[in-house]
């Protein structure tokens, strides 16, 4: 039985790490290692096991094709965008070389006004001059401003496609949440402030026997509902994301006895019943947290502050563990 729990929570780990890998086809992901994982059922045999088998293959074998084309795609747009400019550019190019050339002729045309002696050839010769370069430099204006609307609605439009890939990218898909990613790279900033913080890593108590119970998608309410109440109980300045799996990342930016006010009022906020859908009604579930604190010290790097944070989780979880068997 234990073997089949380590390789449920492998499948969990697939989706998770799909899901950073590319978060557009997460959910067929995970929809296809759920799949997967209820036809295990409760007691698997050989049978139920070699279907399993084929079926994580399939699995794998077409998310790995469509992530593949998600991504030629993506490099399709990024060249479509390059060939663009080189076409404006290009263009451009050529219209001043067409320009240049009228240019030189009323040029040319100013220069034998010296040579004339009939005034009214000289008059006419400036004039039809005059009107050519006036018109030159009309054309020039209007075909400009057409050139530069048309980069402009261009370059809006893949701005508009990088700004929804960023924000894919910092978005935990399932929580709403920021993703490991974006608190990662938030951290890094607070860091260069030199100003004090904290990191605050937190697990969800009897996560996984919710989802043993209860099913992946009941596992998902509660995960949402929870970074739900997280985000509530944190301050609007805090940063708040969900780390992986059952784990979330709180960085409120103080420390000491501030700390410990604001992380007793998270727990209380919190470790309550959560109500979840089952066959004979909704069942309320009690779920804890585990939590390890690590405060920022100068010279501290990412890495550094992860370590402390996560070796104080560890230590938290044992204990509920010992209490729990005693």
């Known amino acids: 039985m234990s073997l089949l729990w380590a390789y449920r929570a ?3 780990e697939m989706t998770d790490c799909g899901t950073s890998a590319c978060p557009g086809l997460a959910a067929e992901l995970k929809a296809g290692l759920t799949r997967v994982d209820e036809g295990l059922g409760v007691i698997p045999n050989l049978q139920t096991v070699a279907s399993a088998k084929n079926t994580l293959r399939e699995v794998l074998q077409n998310w790995g094709k469509k992530t593949a084309l998600h991504y030629e795609q993506k490099a399709g747009e990024i060249r479509d965008l390059l060939l663009v400019m080189a076409r404006t550019a290009e263009s451009l190019g050529h219209r001043d070389d067409l320009y240049a050339q009228q240019l030189d002729l009323v040029t040319k045309q100013l220069d034998g006004i010296s040579r004339l002696d009939d005034i009214s050839k000289i008059r006419a010769t400036v004039e039809e001059s005059a009107t050519q370069l006036k018109n030159s430099v009309a054309r020039m204006t209007s075909e400009s401003r057409a050139v530069i609307e048309h980069l402009r609605v261009e370059v809006s439009t893949y701005q508009s496609k ?29 860091i260069g402030t030199g100003l004090p913080f904290s990191i605050v890593m937190i697990d969800i108590t009897g996560f996984r026997r919710v989802n043993q119970e209860y099913g992946n998608l009941v596992g998902d309410l509660i995960l949402k509902e929870f970074a739900k109440e997280l985000r509530s109980s944190c301050r609007f300045t805090d940063l708040v994301a969900r780390w992986g799996g ?8 103080c420390a000491g006895g501030d700390l410990e006010g604001q992380i007793t009022r998270l727990q209380s906020w919190i470790c309550r019943p959560y109500l979840v859908p089952g066959r004979s009604g909704h069942a309320s579930i009690r779920l804890g947290a585990s939590i390890g604190i690590a405060e920022y010290r100068e010279g501290d790097n990412l890495q550094d502050l992860l370590e402390r944070a996560d070796a104080k989780l560890c230590a938290q979880q044992e204990i509920a563990r010992r209490k729990l068997t005693a």
């Open 10 to 12: 492998s499948l969990l």
């Open 246 to 253: 059952d784990e979330f990342l709180v960085v409120p930016d």
């Open 162 to 190: 990088l700004e929804k890939a960023e924000h894919i990218a910092a978005c935990d898909p399932l929580t709403g949440l920021g993703s490991r990613l974006w608190a990662e790279a938030r951290i890094q900033q607070r």
